[in-house]
């Protein structure tokens, strides 16, 4: 009788704490950073014509977050724009919190004049990343900025603390208005070639960077642009690649890095040269023609500017660009977020439970250009797909997105991949196409375990690297050739696949990958923010029950 009591005791505390308590959204211990963000259109002269750039809080590029390991971002971003606008954040894992993700499927757009405030936790994670304004091809106006993500004071950096920490945000630019580009877009048109290279928001020498003789600076490098893999060098130095998306890396030296779209990484620039300015050169990648920005290293003894010529990038095609790919390997023994080795996870040592293989393609639907995956072309619903799977309102169905490449023309669909929360899978990405694809995860890091020209085949898996491949958060894929990751699915939510080319993910080539768990637990899953916004079929609804 007493056990009996005790028992239904138990079982009673046991569904106090895990299903009544309210539910902890952050960690009260955590630091917690608050930013209020205006976001505005205003004039910016980037490539030396006036145009109308999208400004947070007056700034083009916006403001950099700085954040430690477990901080609680709180970011009121108030949209000022006579449009619906939406910021998305680049690799920040947002763990059981798809709902802050900002991006179409996850959130509706914040209306003009109107606010929302983003309720972050970067749970473990450190490293290099940006922000950027998700819909409307607004992208192309601006509104993004660098996040950099510190390791907590007692954990170990592999590398001494550098005497300065530079953020180059490098991408492609065009000069017409993004109103134009996207009007480009949804009449079915491709984009013409861009027409500058920017490195944070300017052009030619645009940028200064300071360095004193013998001291050594890290410099992240993001590329935020919309269309082309960028390359960078600095005239004269080496860099010591030392980060990637998160993961310390094995700290090789390099005379020019390719960074492709959405990718980033940190590398050590030592000032060990005569005392004079340089040249830091970066240009696109892979592209005809090959468009070229400097910024200037300059020395704080130095008398005279940069001498000629500015260094060229790598000309061949492919094999250079696989070859440095797989150069960039994970240090075992450096520390991450935590103490603990990363290499005490041996990811390459689990087994596998499902395969998907991902094609990208161009496709030519109801007399427009789409660009597709699996033969399926995204189509956004005015509903995003987080709200109606909460409110089961049926305007997706999981399983709508093939996992595995189909060879017919292709088709429009609000395409989402259904997969089971605590899954491992291998990912492989193929390029049947003639250009780089870059592709990007959200909510999730991944190994890269393999990548090679042509095509992939069961026995592709020999040659795998299962045991320091780096582990980061947008992948390349060179043009007739396939990557592949390892990917465990610890994240429950609704999180976006898409094409880091900006015209391609807004024509179509991205989806939703819905991990699932069935227990519907507070504990693998956030409740839906308080103050969540609600659109479409979803307006009108109660985030919290009355
Ligand atoms: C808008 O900002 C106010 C504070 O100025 C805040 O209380 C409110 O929650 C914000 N709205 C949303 C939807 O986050
Ligand atoms: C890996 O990290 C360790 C310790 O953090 C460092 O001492 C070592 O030099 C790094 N190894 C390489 C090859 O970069």
């Known amino acids: 009788m007493g056990s ?28 917690y950073r608050f930013f209020t963000w205006k976001v505005t259109y205003g004039d910016i002269w980037p490539a030396g014509v006036k145009q109308q750039g999208i400004l947070i809080n007056g700034m083009f590029p916006g403001p950099q977050i700085d954040a430690v390991t477990n901080d609680n971002l709180i970011i009121n971003v108030f949209n000022y724009l006579p449009e619906p606008f ?27 004049g109107k606010n929302f405030t983003y309720v972050l936790q970067v749970k473990d994670q450190i490293g290099s990343y940006f922000y950027f304004p998700s819909v409307a091809f607004h992208k192309a106006a601006g509104g993004f900025g660098g996040i950099r993500i510190f390791s907590r004071p007692m954990i170990p950096v592999p590398f001494p603390p550098p005497a300065g920490d530079y953020t180059l945000l490098v991408g492609d630019w065009y000069k017409a208005h993004h109103g134009s580009l996207k009007w480009m877009l949804d009449n079915g048109q491709k984009l013409p070639f861009p027409d500058a290279l920017l490195i944070n928001g300017r052009g030619w020498n645009g940028n200064t960077f300071t360095v004193d003789q013998g001291k050594t600076y890290r410099f992240r490098i993001s590329n935020v642009g919309l269309e082309n893999c960028i390359n960078i060098r600095f005239q004269g130095h080496l860099m010591k690649l030392v980060e990637v998306e998160g993961s310390h890396t ?9 960074v492709c779209l959405g990718q980033s990484m940190s590398v050590l620039v030592t000032a060990n040269q005569p005392p004079r300015d340089y040249y830091i050169a970066t240009s696109t990648r892979f592209s005809k023609p090959v468009i070229t920005t400097t910024s200037i290293l300059h020395y704080s003894n130095s008398w005279s500017s940069p001498v000629g010529p500015v260094p060229g990038g790598p000309t061949d095609q492919i094999g250079f660009g696989i070859n440095q790919a797989r150069s960039i390997r994970w240090n075992l023994t450096a520390s991450g977020p935590r103490p603990n080795p990363q290499g005490s996870y041996h990811y390459g040592m689990v087994k596998t439970t499902r395969t ?16 597709a995956v699996n033969g399926v072309s995204f189509y956004q619903p005015d509903t995003p ?29 609000t395409s989402v991949m259904a997969a089971n929360f605590r899954d491992y899978v291998e990912i492989v990405f193929e390029n049947y196409e003639d250009t780089v694809q870059s592709w990007h995860i959200d909510g999730y890091s991944f190994w890269v375990v393999g990548m090679d020209g042509g095509q992939w085949t069961w026995a592709s898996r020999n040659n795998y690297n299962l045991r320091d491949a780096v582990n980061r958060v947008t992948l390349q894929v060179f043009p007739r050739s396939w990557t592949a990751i390892y990917m465990p699915l610890d994240n429950v939510g609704m999180w976006n696949v898409r094409s880091e080319n900006w015209a391609r993910q807004y024509l179509g080539q991205q989806f939703y990958l819905r991990v699932y768990s069935p227990a519907n637990s507070w504990r693998d899953e956030n409740p839906i923010p308080k103050n969540a916004l609600l659109c479409g079929w979803a307006r009108g609804r109660r985030t919290r029950p009355l």
């Open 4 to 31: 009996l009591t005790f028992i239904t005791s138990s079982l009673l505390l046991f569904f106090f704490f895990f299903l009544l308590s309210p539910p902890t959204t952050i960690r009260a211990d955590d630091p």
């Open 86 to 112: 939406l910021i998305s954040w680049n690799g920040l894992y947002q763990r059981r919190n798809s709902w802050q993700d900002g991006v179409l499927g996850t959130n509706c757009p914040i209306p003009p």
């Open 250 to 258: 094995l700290q090789n030296m390099y005379s020019s890095l390719d």
């Open 385 to 413: 797909l987080k709200l109606a799977d909460y409110y089961k309102i049926p305007v997706f169905q999981p399983g709508s997105m093939p996992d595995s490449p189909s060879y017919g023309s292709g088709y429009m669909q």
């Open 356 to 371: 998907i293989r991902l094609a990208n393609s161009a496709a030519w639907i109801n007399g427009k250009q789409r660009y």
